[in-house]
């Protein structure tokens, strides 16, 4: 795992190498706080918890996430570093992997930094702790989910740009396949079995499962098996695409 480590350091250090990284931050901050206390009336709802905060975060991820996963590898591809990474004695997957794990541990970073609004409602009433923690973890697992499909786009083409939309259309369409609006469509010209299936696939019904607090192994099973297919689909574009 020592590449994996060095590649994770390497990566890590170099977000906070830039402004890049705070400007990053502090748009998410922002955002996380407009959205919880302004546009969710946060105060004149008078419920302690943080439903309405983690509520915005499939959407506020699906713009922020997209953003941060554009640079993984089409930067590489584009400045022809991508060669250079690949003559180390690393292995594809342990830099993919590496990669992915600074990057997510940047969204963490970010995630965390949202502490003061968990302070908050603790001052204001007796919120449910437990439930707070599950959506924390629920959150973080699925921007990896977004951060896995961006890294594998990222992957596909030289222009973040383009990597950038794509991520953003992946996601809309994972997390449109469990909005009640879209499943009323989808279940007036489907059986109610497909229409199960469709919701299955969807980030939002299982973001939504773990903030109610209970950690289904179903749940968990799903985001992490969804990082893992698209990790190994990003080695797969890479092995394709690095003779290109």
């Avoid at 449109?176 to 919701?199: E, K, Y």
Wanted: net charge neutral; aromatic share 14%; with cysteine.
């Amino acid at each position: 795992m020592s590449p994996v480590i060095a590649i994770l350091q390497r990566e890590l250090a170099s977000y906070f190498a830039t402004p890049l990284a705070a400007v990053f931050i502090v748009i998410f901050l922002m955002l996380a706080g407009a959205f919880t206390f302004y546009l969710g009336d946060f105060y004149e709802v008078g419920q302690a918890d943080l439903q309405l905060f983690f509520r915005f975060h499939p959407w506020l991820y699906l713009l922020l996430v997209p953003a941060v996963a554009m640079r993984l590898w089409a930067e590489e591809r584009k400045t022809g570093t991508l060669e250079l990474l690949l003559t180390q004695p690393v292995t594809l997957w342990q830099a993919v992997l590496g990669k992915f794990l600074a990057a997510w541990l940047f969204l963490g970073f970010a995630l965390a930094l949202t502490f003061p609004i968990w302070v908050t409602v603790n001052w204001l009433g007796n919120p449910d702790n437990g439930v707070i923690i599950a959506s924390y973890l629920g959150s973080w697992l699925m921007a990896g989910a977004m951060l896995a499909i961006g890294g594998c786009l990222s992957a596909v083409t030289r222009s973040q740009v383009v990597a950038f939309i794509l991520t953003v259309v992946v996601c809309l369409l994972l997390l449109l396949a469990g909005f009640p609006l879209a499943l009323d469509g989808v279940r007036a010209m489907f059986s109610q079995p497909v229409v199960d299936a469709i919701s299955g696939l969807s980030f939002l019904t299982h973001f939504q499962a773990i903030q109610r607090g209970v950690l289904d192994l179903r749940d968990v099973a799903f985001f992490g098996l969804g990082i893992g297919a698209w990790l190994l689909a990003t080695v797969l574009v890479i092995d394709i695409k690095k003779a290109d």
